[in-house]
């Protein structure tokens, strides 16, 4: 009986650190800039992740084929980029844009220590992104969308860069403290001149995948 009570009392108190920095994470976040600090990354690869979003799952929610040019817009430290790299294969090309000098050093980093040699880990902007028109087959991002101060820029930088019939996969996840609700994605990315082809739902979060084939963006 004392055992259990000792295991309740951990299980509160474990909980409560976790929400407070959670609620500490939040306040970092907005004092400086949206992004997600670089201290933080420990939170986007751990053991919860890789059950609330689990790796594999989540990319085949995204139909990256081999041979493809990929974009990873805010790829972070890489919970996805190797997985999608190996998919694309040595014909196809992973390029990874993102604003931190930092993400980018640890996506390097993570690459080389896998082997990983057709990624492009590149420090750049979602609202002008560093890509010629219509160079990439798919463009994905993962809990990045809440980040962008200019959300409709960003989506006409992805279209931009996207080929016609291009796809474009938006993934969502809770707790991310910027997840962004599916009705949202979806009418901003209506606005953008996307069309919706699907939407898969998971543990605590979603996937909607777009067409940049939908018309002119609307007024
Ligand atoms: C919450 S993390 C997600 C990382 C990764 N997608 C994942 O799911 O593990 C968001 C990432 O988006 C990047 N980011 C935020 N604003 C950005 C911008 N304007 N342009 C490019 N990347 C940005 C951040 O630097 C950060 O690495």
Same mark, same amino acid.
């Given at each position: 009986m004392r055992a259990l009570f000792l295991l309740l009392r951990l299980v509160v108190v474990a909980w409560a650190v976790v929400s407070a920095l959670w609620l500490y994470s939040l306040t970092q976040r907005y004092k400086s800039s949206r992004a997600c600090p670089y201290?933080?990354?420990w939170m986007l690869d751990n053991l919860p992740r890789r059950v609330v979003q689990p790796l594999r799952s989540t990319v085949d929610s995204f139909h990256i084929d081999r041979g493809k040019i990929v974009l990873e817009l805010g %790829? +972070? %430290? +890489?919970y996805f980029s190797v997985e999608v790299a190996r998919r694309v294969g040595p014909e196809g090309r992973l390029v990874c844009v993102d604003i931190q000098p930092e993400m980018i050093g640890a996506l390097r980093r993570r690459l080389l220590r896998e082997g990983v040699s057709n990624a492009l880990p590149t420090v750049g902007d979602a609202l002008a992104l560093p890509l010629a028109d219509c160079s990439v087959d798919c463009a994905f991002l993962v809990t990045v969308l809440g980040e962008l101060p200019d959300r409709p820029k960003a989506l006409a930088e992805l279209r931009r860069v996207l080929k016609p019939g291009g796809i474009l996969s938006i993934a969502e996840t809770l707790p991310d403290p910027d997840y962004q609700f599916p009705d949202v994605v979806r009418d901003l990315c209506r606005a953008s001149g996307f069309r919706l082809l699907e939407h898969h739902r998971c543990l605590l979060g979603f996937t909607m995948n777009f067409a940049a084939d939908g018309g002119a963006p609307a007024p």
């Open positions: 201290s933080w990354r %790829p +972070g %430290p +890489g």
